[in-house]
Nanobody
Framework: QVQLVESGGGWVQAGGSLRLSCAASGSTFSRLVLGWFRQAPGKEREFVSVITWSSGRTYYADSVKGRFTISRDNAKNTVYLQMNSLKFEDTAIYYC?????????????????????WGQGTQVTVSS
């Protein structure tokens, strides 16, 4: 069993930055794939980014590429999402997700069904 707790959300003006954190407990953190998803009101949950455990490969949604950076600190059992140049359309609840399974391609990492564990989410609001 894995418990995930997100933090770092809040309100920011467009163009600003936020760093989200997700602390994990209950399993071997270093062998977890860790992802970030987000869900805006009235929309489906969508993939943002993921970092694997064996090689540290990272993948990003096109909408955040070049602005967001995912990283992990295995010593602190924490995954981060640094968000720069925030836009109004980045407003959403951001969820941390984890799973021990790795895949060869990036497609499966973007699916919510590829993750067995989820946090409660943290709200990010970007004002235009």
């Amino acid at each position: 069993q894995v418990q995930l707790v997100e933090s770092g959300g809040g309100w920011v003006q467009a163009g600003g930055s936020l760093r989200l954190s997700c602390a994990a407990s209950g399993s071997t953190f270093s062998r977890l794939v860790l992802g970030w998803f987000r869900q805006a009101p009235g929309k489906e949950r969508e993939f943002v980014s993921v970092i694997t455990w064996s090689s540290g490969r990272t993948y990003y949604a096109d909408s955040v590429k070049g602005r967001f950076t995912i990283s992990r600190d295995n010593a602190k059992n924490t995954v981060y999402l640094q968000m720069n140049s925030l836009k109004f359309e980045d407003t959403a609840i951001y969820y941390c997700a984890a799973d021990p399974r790795e895949y060869l391609g990036s497609d499966l990492y973007s699916r919510t069904g590829s993750y067995g564990y989820w946090g409660q989410g943290t709200q990010v609001t970007v004002s235009s």
